[in-house]
């Protein structure tokens, strides 16, 4: 019966409907244009860096030697341009949620150095109005990708925000940084949760970080144990 099925409806690419050798992939071609970072990477953002070596030599891209990063450490999948920002945007305003299925092996494969045995996978919260209009957090979605993939615990409501904040595109660091200024705390229902463990937070774009450390805040606030960050894209400049 698979067999039949996939004979009916061969796998495509989820960006450009190319036949694929597998659901959920990207096409040769698509894969080639898409910005996937490897290398030497920032420690604090994950953002691609000149020159050889990993991560784990505790380099730092311009941004995060200038601006204080609450969290441990943290890595980003693609740059957000071109094909990644296609994919992205698809994912966070088309209604395309498959396509966390496609991002989470990604997303594992880049902070699987950062992961501990018993870490504990939380999402970036949506404010509760956004979320009924959107109908999912994209987050959210990623963030139960990698659980799954990489079999560790996932709290989905660790985190939530107490009031709604304008979209930040477009936005200065500072006013993004204002604007989010105590604007999301941990859940009290899942404190215990949180309480003493090494947190793995994940949204789908880091711009200038301003998001990830209201967050981060908020849970070393609740006894977290560690906070690292993962983003599915970063803001680079001149990318």
Same mark, same amino acid.
């Given at each position: 019966?698979?067999?039949?099925?996939?004979?009916?409806?061969?796998?495509? =690419?989820?960006?450009?409907?190319?036949?694929?050798? %597998?659901?959920?992939? $990207?096409?040769?071609?698509?894969?080639?244009? !898409?910005? *996937?970072?490897?290398?030497?990477?920032?420690? #604090? =953002? #994950?953002?691609?860096?000149? &020159?050889? &070596?990993?991560?784990? #030599?505790?380099?730092?891209?311009?941004? =995060?030697? +200038?601006? @204080?990063?609450?969290?441990?450490? &943290?890595?980003? +999948?693609?740059?957000?341009?071109?094909?990644?920002?296609?994919?992205?945007?698809?994912?966070?305003?088309?209604?395309?949620?498959?396509?966390? =299925?496609?991002? &989470?092996?990604?997303?594992?494969?880049?902070?699987?150095?950062?992961?501990?045995?018993?870490?504990?996978?939380?999402?970036?919260? $949506?404010?509760? *109005?956004?979320?009924?209009?959107?109908?999912?957090?994209?987050?959210? $979605?990623?963030?139960?990708?990698?659980?799954?993939?990489?079999?560790?615990?996932?709290?989905?409501?660790?985190?939530?925000?107490?009031?709604? !904040?304008?979209?930040?595109?477009?936005? !200065?660091?500072?006013?993004? *940084?204002?604007?989010?200024?105590?604007?999301?705390? +941990?859940?009290?229902?899942?404190?215990?949760? %949180?309480?003493?463990?090494?947190?793995?937070?994940?949204?789908?774009?880091?711009?200038?970080?301003? !998001? *990830?450390?209201?967050?981060?805040?908020?849970?070393?606030?609740?006894? @977290?144990?560690?906070?690292?960050?993962?983003?599915?894209?970063?803001?680079?400049?001149?990318?």
């Amino acid at each position: 019966m698979q067999r039949l099925i996939e004979t009916i409806y061969p796998p495509q =690419c989820v960006m450009c409907e190319a036949h694929t050798d %597998i659901d959920f992939a $990207l096409c040769g071609a698509c894969w080639g244009e !898409t910005p *996937f970072i490897h290398g030497l990477c920032c420690n #604090g =953002c #994950g953002a691609p860096l000149p &020159g050889e &070596g990993d991560a784990d #030599g505790g380099i730092l891209c311009d941004d =995060c030697m +200038v601006i @204080a990063r609450p969290w441990s450490r &943290g890595r980003s +999948v693609m740059v957000y341009k071109d094909k990644a920002r296609k994919f992205v945007l698809a994912l966070k305003r088309g209604d395309r949620t498959d396509l966390s =299925c496609t991002a &989470g092996p990604w997303l594992v494969r880049t902070v699987t150095p950062l992961m501990k045995p018993d870490s504990v996978v939380v999402p970036v919260p $949506l404010h509760r *109005f956004r979320l009924l209009r959107r109908k999912y957090n994209q987050a959210a $979605l990623l963030a139960q990708q990698v659980a799954k993939v990489s079999s560790i615990e996932i709290v989905p409501d660790a985190l939530e925000r107490l009031r709604q !904040t304008a979209p930040l595109e477009g936005h !200065t660091r500072d006013e993004r *940084f204002k604007a989010l200024s105590g604007a999301i705390s +941990v859940n009290p229902k899942q404190a215990e949760a %949180i309480k003493g463990r090494d947190i793995i937070l994940v949204d789908d774009v880091m711009t200038s970080g301003a !998001t *990830f450390a209201a967050c981060t805040e908020a849970l070393y606030a609740a006894g @977290a144990h560690d906070v690292c960050v993962l983003a599915l894209a970063r803001v680079v400049k001149d990318a």
